[in-house]
């Protein structure tokens, strides 16, 4: 039976829920589940008290398992349920293709050229629509889904935008099916989704049965439906699934909801060949830069994150500055591992590495390096650069449940060093 979000429902289909309940996403992916059986006649919840998860189990074999609270050991929860569909966020998907990748690159000259091997084989195989050799799979393919708890079938992202890179590596690596969603609460989670069988990358798909799309002009920003060779615009959305208004808030409804039923998201896109859309922008997080430059803060972070080193990233602009400048979160595993290939005097205290000027260049020249990669402009890039030690946590109220940067929060937690890179960055510039 395949159902709004792609996922289907397979006997013996195991979920794991780790993602918020309260949050849309999660919250859709469990009303799916019950309604294809999960949770129906007969059901009794078991507690696997080893790693301390709740089983909701049924007589028809279908499951969801409740991670132990902290995502931290959602992978050793993920061994012991064994799912089969996994249900995610960029942010995760991003550190486990990150993990992988560094895996592969710490093997023998063997390990990596056997890995390489079997990646270029199986792309190629599923770009041209071919079986994929069993033997790749056996030999280099099956320890990564291990990982995983070895039955995934089923890999979805969504809450906010994946790279293309990491869509492709997880679609070879951890095989099934592995799609990008695009939606947000106020029309029942899903929008538009990518087709299993489409391979490309770099897009959120064709709307889905429930939803017609139209693109609206957005003036300001120069984005217009006549735009060519593809229109672009603010993404609006309308059918049974958008939502009827905010409770007791009719002004701020009528501010995303027109007379015609139309909800207007916010984003920017453009149509693609096929009817594919794709996410261009964001029309509500931008800023003005001094020379009036417009800029959106989440796709740049979302190029940086892509740096070896860089395990979160969030980028400030003034619009009395020119420039942008960015707190990073390092990826401690591998900041660790380069500092004791330098043989570096503070390896092992990560505190002090993010202190010290070099670590902080070697960051910085990592960002310039995929910034040239993605096409970003010289005024999308930061011009500064703040190692932040700790990482980002629900707790510390700069993150929301769904992983999601917190940008009032972050600019006023780290105004200290804000000020303090804007300063610097003055006191560089010649004097007229």
Same mark, same amino acid.
């Given at each position: ?30 009303? @799916? ?9 007969? *059901?009794?919840?078991?507690? !696997? ?52 990748? *560094? ?5 023998? %000259?063997?390990?990596?050229?056997? &890995? ?7 792309? =190629? ?27 995934? =079938? ?39 989704? @990518? ?14 049965? !429930?939803?017609?799309?139209? +693109? ?53 896109? @453009?149509?693609?060949?096929?009817? =594919? +859309? ?8 931008? &800023? ?18 892509? *740096?070896?080193? %860089?395990?979160?990233? &969030? ?63 010289? &005024? ?17 109220? +700069? ?34």
């Amino acid at each position: 039976m395949e159902d709004g979000l792609g996922l289907g429902s397979e006997e013996g289909d195991v979920h794991v829920s780790y993602l918020p309940l309260a949050h849309i996403y999660e919250r859709t992916i469990v009303y @799916t589940c019950l309604h294809n059986g999960a949770g129906v006649r007969g *059901a009794r919840r078991a507690t !696997c008290t080893s790693h301390g998860m709740s089983l909701l189990l049924t007589p028809t074999l279908r499951q969801i398992g409740f991670y132990r609270g902290d995502v931290l050991g959602l992978l050793d929860d993920m061994a012991a349920l064994q799912p089969t569909l996994f249900v995610s966020v960029p942010r995760l998907l991003n550190r486990i293709y990150d993990k992988v990748l *560094a895996g592969v690159n710490q093997g023998s %000259v063997v390990q990596r050229t056997l &890995f390489h091997m079997a990646y270029a084989h199986k792309k =190629r195989a599923m770009q041209e629509g071919r079986p994929v050799s069993p033997f790749w799979d056996k030999l280099v393919f099956s320890k990564l889904r291990l990982k995983l708890g070895g039955r995934v =079938r089923v890999m979805s992202s969504g809450s906010a935008p994946i790279s293309g890179e990491v869509l492709e590596f997880l679609r070879v690596c951890f095989g099934g099916i592995v799609f990008e969603g695009y939606g947000m609460t106020e029309s029942a989670c899903v929008i538009s989704k @990518t087709d299993p069988e489409d391979f490309s990358t770099g897009h959120v798909g064709p709307p889905v049965g !429930c939803c017609e799309i139209k +693109l609206v002009d957005v003036p300001e920003m120069q984005y217009l439906t006549s735009d060519r060779p593809t229109p672009r615009g603010e993404i609006c959305v309308r059918g049974p699934s958008v939502f009827q208004g905010y409770y007791k808030e009719p002004q701020q409804t009528a501010e995303v909801l027109d007379a015609d039923g139309w909800l207007h998201t916010g984003d920017i896109g @453009t149509w693609l060949p096929g009817g =594919r +859309l794709k996410i261009i922008d964001r029309k509500k997080n931008i &800023f003005k830069l001094a020379q009036g430059e417009y800029v959106a803060p989440e796709k740049i972070e979302n190029v940086y994150v892509r *740096a070896p080193l %860089v395990a979160a990233c &969030f980028i400030h602009g003034d619009s009395l500055s020119p420039y942008l400048v960015s707190i990073v979160v390092p990826d401690e595993e591998v900041l660790q591992s380069w500092a004791r290939a330098q043989h570096h005097p503070s390896a092992g205290n990560t505190r002090a590495l993010c202190a010290d000027p070099k670590v902080v260049a070697t960051v910085m020249a990592q960002m310039k390096d995929v910034a040239a990669k993605a096409g970003l402009r010289s &005024f999308e890039q930061a011009k500064a650069l703040y190692l932040h030690p700790e990482v980002w946590t629900v707790e510390s109220g +700069l993150i929301t449940p769904s992983f999601k940067l917190k940008r009032p929060q972050a600019r006023a937690y780290f105004k200290e060093q804000i000020d303090a890179m804007y300063k610097k960055l003055a006191a560089a510039q010649p004097a007229e």
